[in-house]
């Protein structure tokens, strides 16, 4: 499900500013402001900016913000770090995510002007969620209210609050604006700041609340305007600060009208097994609805050895991604890479036609044997048959299948006929990488399209494997490789898709990047979103197969191990949406600024 973002232009023309915790006194540590309050919206409420790339946050407000900071013990430290680095500002939708709070809220009212309560009674109010992770602590929280007449007169007071959901729903209660403050129908700016001694509010655990609520014996009208939240971290990464970075993203798929997928291990890579692996499973669960195996639906894993398949954990795998209501993208079905060709297929001294038949034996058993749990929905049938380089068409030389198919490169299309009659509604994808960027390899694969189409090989989709850098390929050389596509007539899925920061094959180590900075997570940010920008700009709805991302955390990317020998055993291609902690990174916002149709930027 698509979901629009909207950005908001405060309106200055009108407001008084007001810390919190001063005026108004009485009230503290009032009840749980909505302890029964449902633990619901599964939509972002906020979005995040970066404080200088909005027009939010045009001279005006950061006036404002300053002015307000500068009464809060956390004012130099705020203002210190965003001399270096801009401070994460999140913004408030106001067009969705909100509710009422308290015993009797009779419910919150969207409108133009923004989010209204009717203040009926002590403790009613509107608040959002903020997911996590997230760190609130000594996070200032700054909203924009317009009180009616009756209010005013009510002699009612207001307070911003933050409160952990679930658990004992713990609170900030410190902040509190007294009725003296407000003038009806007038904008008035409040700001609170969460400082916790305990800093329970920078969370992993859950997600927070945050809102406004009436005290005293209220009655009118209170609006809400807009409102947003300025954490004390800066826009790095997790992994290189210590600190928790939220890209207030509740759920990548959601934000999308195609699949999002992510490649994950079971056995083949025991401490981050989706089965047995907690954080896995967590990260997994909330941002995606597609997984792909990583290794162990590939070849030698399923039959290694002739006649005997084995999909004991092929089968874990997909019934577990099943019983979280996921599709599984099947891969690879014939792929040339050593390391997973089963000996059988190496030491074939056979005909060539028997080795055809005993390949295609293989795909129409396993597609057959995954046809029957219904939730693999599409299979990379071939992978990586065409060359890099050299003026034939496909790879030869380096693999067994061609080699052993009597030279011939026909084991291709009879891999796909064998899938199709085995799934007659699966998407059947040829997977590659270097597409995207090797004009000559996008030639070819065009060649052998137009070749399948004219001959009516049943080939419905290209999946671009989409291992890139920073700096290369260029987004034109991606668009204009999946525009050729597109112009095919077939599909086009993003099949495992990472942005490495380093590129051992560049100007290399001249440019080594050693560290992950904040400069690098948010140019990989806007890497990402440009990425993803592309594909939406490029492919029509109806031809968009998904974008799957191939990992979850940058502890386990396959290029840890790929670039070894290249970075000296050093771990520095940081290339996916999730630190070495599970938690977010800018990456992560990025590709969600991409989905919500927010400007790419490294803010
Ligand atoms: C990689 C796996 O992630 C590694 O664990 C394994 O050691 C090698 O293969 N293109 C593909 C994937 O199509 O199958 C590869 O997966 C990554 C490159």
Redesign the pocket.
């Known amino acids: 499900m698509k979901f629009n973002q909207r950005l908001f232009v405060l309106s200055f023309l009108s407001f008084g500013l007001v810390a919190c915790g001063g005026s108004g006194g009485g009230g503290s540590n009032p009840p749980p402001a909505s302890s029964s309050a449902p633990v619901s919206s599964s939509v972002p409420s906020a979005s995040l900016v970066s404080s200088s790339s909005s027009s939010l946050l045009a001279s005006s407000s950061i006036a404002v913000t300053s002015s307000s900071l500068s009464s809060s013990s956390s004012s130099s430290e705020l203002a210190s770090s965003s001399s270096s680095a801009a401070p994460v500002v999140m913004v408030l939708d106001m067009t969705t995510g909100w509710r009422g709070n308290g015993t009797d809220n009779s419910g919150v009212n969207v409108n133009s002007d923004g989010v209204s309560f009717t203040a009926s009674g002590d403790n009613i109010g509107a608040v959002t969620d903020l997911a996590k992770p997230i760190q609130l602590e000594d996070a200032v929280v700054e909203m924009v209210v317009n009180v009616s007449a009756e209010f005013k007169a009510s002699g009612a007071n207001l307070q911003i609050f933050a409160q952990i959901k679930g658990g004992s729903w713990a609170g900030e209660w410190n902040c509190w604006s007294g009725n003296e403050l407000f003038t009806a129908g007038t904008d008035i700016t409040l700001t609170c700041t969460i400082n916790e001694d305990d800093k329970k509010f920078n969370q992993t655990d859950s997600d927070v609340q945050i809102g406004i609520q009436a005290k005293g014996t209220p009655t009118g009208t209170v609006t809400i305007k807009s409102g947003k939240v300025t954490l004390k971290q800066t826009a790095s990464s997790s992994s290189s600060t210590g600190s928790v970075y939220s890209a207030n993203v509740n759920r990548l798929s959601e934000l999308a009208d195609f699949t999002i997928g992510v490649a994950v291990s079971n056995n083949d890579s025991p401490a981050y097994n989706i089965l047995t692996n907690a954080s896995e499973k967590a990260v997994v669960e909330k941002h995606f609805e597609q997984m792909t195996a990583?290794?162990i639906m590939k070849m030698s894993y399923l039959q290694n050895t002739q006649g005997t398949f084995t999909f004991a954990n092929a089968d874990a795998f997909v019934d577990y991604a099943a019983s979280k209501n996921m599709t599984v993208h099947g891969?690879?079905l014939v792929w040339h890479s050593d390391y997973q060709v089963p000996q059988f297929m190496k030491n074939w001294s056979g005909s060539a036609a028997d080795f055809i038949t005993a390949l295609k034996t293989h795909v129409t058993t396993v597609v057959d044997h995954f046809e029957a749990k219904g939730n693999v929905v599409s299979w990379d049938v071939v992978?990586?048959a065409l060359t890099d380089g050299s003026p034939s068409t496909f790879r030869a030389d380096d693999s067994i299948f061609y080699k052993k198919s009597g030279n011939s490169a026909v084991y291709i299309e009879e891999a796909f006929k064998a899938a199709r009659a085995a799934a007659p509604t699966a998407t059947l994808y040829y997977?590659d990488?270097n597409i995207d960027q090797n004009n000559a390899k996008t030639t070819r694969l065009i060649e052998m399209i137009t070749d399948f189409q004219a001959r009516d090989i049943p080939i419905d989709g290209v999946g671009f494997?989409m291992?890139v850098f920073m700096d290369y390929p260029s987004i034109d050389s991606i668009s204009n490789a999946i525009k050729k596509v597109v112009n095919k007539g077939l599909k086009v899925k993003i099949t495992?898709l990472d942005v490495s920061i380093n590129n051992p094959y560049g100007n290399w180590p001249a440019s080594k990047v050693a560290s992950f900075t904040q400069a690098s997570a948010l140019d990989q940010k806007k890497r990402y979103c440009e990425i993803v920008k592309a594909y939406l700009d490029n492919v029509p709805a109806a031809q968009r197969g998904g974008i799957s991302v191939?990992g979850t955390t940058d502890a386990n990317t396959?290029l840890n191990?790929l670039y070894k020998t290249q970075f000296n055993n050093e771990k520095i291609s940081w290339p996916l949406l999730f630190d070495n902690n599970y938690n977010d990174k800018p990456a992560l916002r990025g590709f969600a600024d991409a989905l919500q149709g927010i400007p790419c930027t490294n803010l």
């Open positions: 990583g290794n891969h690879a992978n990586e997977n990488y494997q291992h495992e191939w396959w191990d």
